[in-house]
């Protein structure tokens, strides 16, 4: 997520004069100031994200393409994130915290400035937008597998991952260069964030559609594969094609598939463990996003709603900073469930 947006909705204000408040100053013969890196929670813990986030992601990456086999369309929507999160990581997180070693005014050049910028625009727009279309991947599977397994196609996933670039592009990325060729503020001077207050409806915009909505979205899947998943009261098989009721018509006493052909029961027992690891896979993918994403998406939500809205600086510190923990969370994730829910 754009930590530079929300800055200026939850808060910012506070956060620079403390930032500002810690700079360690060291005065040399001349008489002049040197400022020191302040090597406090924050930047300490972006580094350690970004390069725990490049490591990680780059070895799930790696061990994934090492198994052909495995291969299908969803593996390309989650090689698609890993290539994201290492980018994010590396880019995103690195600039972030190095920016933070030095607070109050921006001490990196423009060209860091605007590639910090750039980076939280775009690559935290990707991160958040592509778990939304992995949670409507993982409700299609679930409540739909015939269609998914006849549409869900690598074609198909190719042409959905350059359709979302072209859908950031036209959305987003018109923001940050117009931020950039009109209004960016003169780094040195202040704290290096996108200058909302000269575009307002275009940030509210972007905050909202391009960074809230698919938190939200991920939730929404969630709670509607939980209430109307297969399963439980339904019998299994009645979206699957295995017509159990079709058996007992042969002269079974009970209508069991497995009474009538132990084969069917076998493949009702195998698409029902298919069914559970996918929406395991599902709600633990919403839970990572809830709990990385969830606070700093409410903040901005509660900071639009309620004009003149403060956060205290740590609140949104810790939101920040658990924002940045998902590129993490996501290897780890894939790689427990050894990508076995498709």
């Known amino acids: 997520m754009n930590q530079s947006l929300m800055t200026n909705h939850t808060g910012g204000n506070e956060i620079d004069k403390v930032y500002a408040s810690n700079l360690t100053n060291i005065t040399n013969n001349n008489g002049t100031q040197t400022i020191t890196p302040h090597w406090s929670v924050t930047p300490i813990t972006f580094m350690v994200l970004a390069v725990v986030g490049v490591l990680a992601n780059s070895a799930a990456l790696f061990n994934l393409t090492q198994h052909h086999t495995l291969h299908t369309a969803f593996d390309i929507s989650v090689m698609h994130l890993f290539l994201q999160n290492i980018l994010s990581s590396g880019i995103q997180y690195s600039l972030l915290g190095a920016g933070a070693l030095y607070p109050g ?12 910028l750039l980076s939280q625009i775009m690559l935290g727009a990707a991160v958040v937008n592509t778990h939304g279309l992995i949670a409507l991947n993982r409700a299609w599977a679930i409540l739909h597998p015939w269609s998914y397994r006849i549409y869900n196609t690598k074609r ?7 359709g979302f670039w072209a859908y950031l592009l036209l959305l987003a990325f018109p923001f940050w260069l117009t931020d950039l060729i009109n209004y960016r503020q003169a780094v040195g001077d202040y704290v290096c964030r996108i200058n909302d207050a000269a575009q307002p409806r275009y ?3 972007v905050l909202i559609w391009i960074y809230s909505m698919p938190i939200f979205l991920v939730l929404v899947v969630f709670v509607i594969v939980t209430l109307t998943k297969p399963g439980g009261k339904k019998r299994l098989g009645e979206k699957h094609g295995l017509k159990t009721h079709r058996v007992a018509a042969t002269g079974t006493s009970g209508g069991s598939a497995s009474n009538g052909d132990p084969s069917r029961g076998g493949r009702a027992e195998v698409v029902r463990k298919r069914r559970a690891r996918k929406f395991l896979m599902l709600t633990l993918l919403t839970t990572s996003v809830m709990a990385c994403h969830g606070p700093l998406t ?13 956060a205290p600086v740590y609140v949104f510190q810790v939101a920040v900073l658990l924002s940045g923990c998902q590129p993490v969370l996501d290897p780890v994730l894939f790689t427990i469930l050894r990508w076995k829910g498709r």
Do not use: E
């Open 156 to 162: 198909m996933a190719w042409f959905t991952c350059l």
């Open 298 to 310: 409410g903040l901005s939500i509660i900071a639009l709603s309620l004009p003149g809205f403060s």
């Open 203 to 205: 940030a509210v915009f």
């Open 105 to 116: 005014p921006w001490r990196l050049d423009k060209k860091a400035c605007d590639l910090s």
